[in-house]
């Protein structure tokens, strides 16, 4: 179905400089599992999400693609 505000999903980050999937700076290598975010806002016509991290509230993703969620966590 599509995702609701307040929904909880993995994501994996993409580098906005590189495109690949973003490095986990406690293992130096891209993250395997999503990290755990919340859907701030919905933007069905683009079928978009805003998340925000659970782990770090100040970092948030925008314009995620309801595809690159990794199921809900």
Known sequence: GE?????????VPIDPKTKKPA????TKKPYKKGLECEVTAVDAKKKTV???NMAN???KYLGVAWDKLQGEA
């Open 50 to 52: 805003a998340l925000k």
């Open 3 to 11: 995702p609701t505000v307040g929904d909880l999903y993995y994501y």
């Open 57 to 59: 509230e100040k970092v």
């Open 23 to 26: 490095i986990d700076p406690k």
